[in-house]
């Protein structure tokens, strides 16, 4: 029988840090298993059956081993493989009877968990940063066991860091409740909880995503969130041993939070026909995205939505270019994995040359390895069928390959059969051609980047096609320019309005305190696309007038002739 340790368990690492045998044979774990239930209602509840993480290094070095102990173990619980150090944990598989109790604990909790004063509620926030502060280690090394480079990781932790920092939370505050005096009158604006909250994270990044679930309850909803069954672990860690105790610590009532590893499907299914639930945050692609938004408001539910992004970097004629180069590079970072890394570079016809060289000079920096080496900012592609035909569909179309192109191995060698690609540079010239371009058009998903560089005109008409290009734009995550102009930047400060967030002169895919943690409109956000702030998107506006004494209701109306 496996040794287990449900919850607040300590994450296995890699084989060398978990007693493998020196000689290869039959390596044996030092740790016990770190295992999670379905927690619904405040209780850690049974499941029927279960799915298990395999360490994202296994992938690398014996693929087949990787995949046969999973199989194994979810036919065989009690297999003699759980003791290998490769299986980092596992998480129950929800019942159907499960996914509805949690919608119904959800309910039960709402209207108890609004009534709590919102400096109460708000001190969640805080009280989740330092906690992820405390147990930063364990939340870096648990998702490096599901595949994301150390340094990705941290750059995650950093992100979560900066939507609970005390400036956001202000900000947070402020527009939640704020009062003034008029006439003896007390006058307040608020926004007040929708109620239930369901949240669906996405696969390539769960339990950041998941992590959200914490503002949406600092709004005074309940939540109820899916992890994902593909690589729910990390989520449940988060959620279940770092976010549970704290609400316990405030008094929140049990079913505030509830967390089920569940099909997708058959969840959202059951979510969008559930008359206990009020919103649905979905994230995921934007064809999916489109489909549930039209379903979930059919059945009067609001759908939150966080699709795809196929974000623009700008770079103006006067621009830095070793940093904008730099920022471009982020294009990279997990392999173009992530939604709200760049996907094309608009490039002034000036310094296109120049910038192309310093692209070329910092590609060399990205590169493939384990996840947990500290070089390493690749990710490992398993399905690259689509990554060659954007990239052939390109080259035919008249694109320039700048660099990449090919798959390559663990090493770096270029390889017919490895499982990494190499960062791919393309460059586009023509604003028109561009446009007809798959590789423009749309989110890759892959370290693929073009860069578009249009016909010489004038001064002001570049600037003009520049803004026009990037407004054209049928997604709308993040937009970013590179000028030292302070009038170029104004124009796209005024005028750039597709996307949630525009960044100025930095990084493309940084975090800050105040602003949107993600959000956009068009493909990226629905018709009800903006910046994505969750507890605002949780929550409805309200006005309230108090009078401090009975006011003539003639008077309130028709006003007071000595006024």
Same mark, same amino acid.
């Given at each position: ?30 740790? &016990?298993? =770190? ?39 979810? !036919?065989?619980?009690?297999? &003699? ?20 109790? @949690? ?32 147990? !930063? ?147 995921? %692609? ?13 059945? %009067? ?5 966080? =699709? ?71 990710? &490992? ?51 028109? !051609? ?72 930095? @990084?493309?895919?940084?975090? =800050? ?51």
């Amino acid at each position: 029988m496996t040794s287990t340790t449900y919850g607040h368990g300590v994450v296995p690492g890699s084989p060398e840090r978990e007693g493998a045998d020196a000689s290869g044979t039959a390596p044996v774990r030092d740790r &016990p298993l =770190l295992s999670y239930r379905s927690y619904i209602g405040g209780e850690d509840t049974a499941g029927e059956g279960w799915v298990y993480t395999i360490s994202s290094r296994s992938l690398l070095e014996d693929v087949f081993s990787s995949i046969s102990l999973k199989r194994e173990l979810e !036919r065989n619980p009690d297999s &003699p493989s759980a003791e290998h150090p490769y299986v980092v944990g596992r998480v129950a598989a929800a019942t159907t009877e499960e996914i509805d109790l @949690s919608l119904e604990a959800a309910a039960q909790a709402a209207p108890r968990w609004a009534m709590v004063p919102l400096e109460q509620r708000l001190e969640l926030g805080a009280l989740f940063r330092e906690t992820l502060l405390a147990n !930063r280690q364990t939340f870096l090394d648990m998702l490096v066991a599901e595949g994301h480079p150390v340094k990705l990781a941290r750059w995650e932790l950093s992100c979560l860091l900066e939507v609970y920092c005390p400036e956001s939370i202000g900000w947070y505050h402020k527009r939640m409740h704020s009062e003034c005096e008029y006439r003896g009158r007390r006058l307040i604006s608020r926004r007040a909880p929708d109620g239930v909250v369901c949240l669906n994270p996405p696969q390539n990044a769960p339990a950041p995503s998941a992590a959200l679930a914490v503002l949406a309850m600092m709004a005074g909803n309940a939540v109820v969130v899916r992890a994902p069954r593909s690589i729910p672990l990390s989520t449940m860690y988060v959620l279940r041993d770092l976010v549970a105790p704290l609400l316990e610590k405030i008094g929140a009532p049990p079913g505030t939070l509830n967390v089920v590893c569940s099909n997708p499907r058959q969840t959202m299914d059951r979510w969008v026909e559930s008359p206990f639930v009020d919103d649905i945050f979905y994230i995921g %692609g934007s064809e999916e995205g489109m489909r549930f938004q039209a379903k979930a408001i059919a059945n %009067g539910k609001k759908p939150i939505l966080e =699709l795809a992004g196929n974000d623009t970097i700008a770079v103006w004629k006067d621009a830095d270019l070793e940093k904008a180069a730099e920022a471009i590079t982020e294009s990279f970072y997990g392999s173009g994995q992530i939604c709200m890394v760049p996907n094309s570079v608009l490039a002034h016809p000036d310094i296109a040359d120049a910038l192309i060289e310093q692209i070329k000079i910092k590609v060399r920096g990205i590169r493939p390895g384990y996840p947990e080496d500290e070089n390493v900012l690749l990710s &490992p592609v398993r399905r690259s069928e689509k990554f060659f035909g954007l990239l052939n569909q390109a080259l035919e179309g008249g694109a320039e390959l700048i660099c990449g192109g090919h798959r390559m191995e663990l090493d770096g060698t270029p390889s017919e059969t490895g499982v990494f690609l190499e960062p791919t540079v393309l460059r586009v010239d023509g604003l028109p !051609r561009a446009r007809e371009l798959e590789v423009v058009q749309q989110e890759t998903f892959f370290p693929l980047i073009p860069v578009v560089v249009p016909e010489p005109v004038p001064h002001n008409e570049m600037r003009e096609l520049f803004v026009d290009y990037i407004n054209s734009n049928a997604y709308g995550l993040r937009n970013s320019l590179w000028s030292g102009s302070p009038r170029v930047i104004d124009q796209f400060v005024l005028r750039v309005v597709n996307g949630g967030l525009l960044k100025v002169n930095d @990084s493309h895919i940084g975090f =800050l305190p105040y602003l949107p943690s993600h959000g956009g409109t068009g493909l990226t956000g629905g018709v009800f696309g903006e910046a994505n702030y969750p507890m605002l998107k949780t929550s409805h506006l309200q006005g309230v007038s108090v009078s401090a004494e009975a006011i003539s209701p003639y008077k309130a109306v028709f006003g007071d002739d000595e006024d």
